[in-house]
């Protein structure tokens, strides 16, 4: 796979804007401003997965990611919001001698990630000696597309062929993922949910709720009105 | 810079033994990017997001940083996914199967991830990860 052209140009600037914003997530001070750059972050690899012809890919990260994962995650900040003024006080990194272990720690990933990309795709590229290929077209592919005088743009039938494979070769794991889920709403619920309205749904076991109602009265006023 | 390239063999990534101008190399090389520059960035992504875990005391914070960790990996798999449709392989679409399990892994993680910060916080009042050392001894 080799881009080129305008292709390039876009990869480039993406790629970027992905570790650029990345690294800002992780060093801002205001949890929201993280959010934020975390989007950025996101829309820039699905614009990376376009560039890989992930097209069916990239609409998912972004309806799903974008939005539904990161709005979750901005009223979770808005609910446990700890205020401005405690949040210009508190140091937001750990303590220093932690940092620097980690960081250490870091910086030895990178150099072996490097370097295991390397070695491996020296490995690949002997595997696969590739001539200069077209860009995108796999050749039984090739005689429906036109390609266009820059052999950049395209047309492709690349989500049908992941849909189609998605329920031929993966529909058990897909049934799984449904259920998995199914498990994660309702244990999310059961989690945030707290017991002024466990009592109220008539949830919690008798002898618990007597000792609870001992210690906080107004739990009775609840369970009376369910009744 | 040979020297350089046998002591850090992670920067001869940069600087391959080529023939002819190593500029106008490196030059052609940023011009086309293939699929080594995809893993770059993937682990690049990667490495950024450990360090989030690590580093940060917002326990949301560190719930983002895990999110950039799943997608770096995504990066790859979609990365691999296109390089094997060129080299016409029977399997080149798993990468994008797996990518979309992913992303529903991420989704319920996220959620439940987030509960336990709701109820961690309704009961410690505080969302700083080494004020939360209920199980150290």
């Known amino acids: 796979m080799t881009l080129s052209g305008y292709e390039a140009l876009f990869f480039w600037i993406f790629a970027l804007a992905a570790i650029f914003a990345a690294l800002l997530t992780v060093m801002a001070r205001n949890a929201v401003h993280s959010a934020l750059f975390l989007i950025s972050s996101l829309v820039s690899v699905a614009a990376l997965f376009v560039l890989a012809g992930a097209e069916f890919i990239a609409g998912v990260q972004i309806l799903v990611y974008v939005g539904g994962v990161m709005v979750l995650f901005l009223f979770v900040i808005m609910l446990v919001n700890v205020g401005a003024e405690e949040q210009g006080r508190e140091p937001i990194f750990n303590k220093q001698r932690q940092v620097t272990a980690s960081l250490i720690f870091c910086f030895l990933l990178v150099g072996g990630v490097l370097y295991a990309v390397n070695t491996g795709y020296r490995g690949l590229q002997k595997l696969h000696p590739q001539p200069e290929a077209p860009v995108g077209l796999t050749p039984d592919q090739g005689a429906g597309n036109a390609i266009t005088a820059t052999g950049t743009s395209r047309m492709t039938n690349d989500t049908e062929r992941v849909g189609g494979s998605l329920y031929r070769y993966a529909s058990l794991p897909f049934e799984i993922a449904s259920v998995l889920l199914l498990v994660a709403i309702i244990g999310s619920v059961m989690l945030a949910r707290t017991l002024k309205q466990e009592a109220s749904a008539d949830d919690v076991d008798p002898d618990t709720l007597q000792e609870e109602i001992a210690r906080d009265p107004e739990l009775a006023k609840l369970e009376s009105q369910s009744e | ?137």
């Open chain 2, 1 to 137: 810079m040979n020297m350089l390239n046998s002591f850090i063999p992670a920067l001869a990534f940069l600087f391959q033994e080529v023939e002819g101008d190593r500029w106008a190399q490196m030059r052609h090389a940023a011009a086309n990017p293939d699929l080594s520059k995809f893993l770059v960035i993937g682990a690049l992504l990667f490495i950024i997001g450990v360090a989030g875990v690590l580093t940060r005391r917002n326990i949301i914070v560190i719930f983002m940083s895990i999110e950039l960790i799943l997608n770096a990996a995504n990066l790859n798999f979609v990365a691999f996914s296109r390089y094997l449709q060129e080299t016409g392989s029977v399997n080149a679409l798993a990468g994008q199967i797996f990518t979309v399990f992913v992303i529903v892994v991420a989704a319920a993680e996220a959620a439940i991830g987030l509960g336990i910060v709701i109820a961690l916080y309704r009961n410690k009042e505080t969302i700083w990860v080494d004020e939360i050392d209920l199980l150290k001894w």
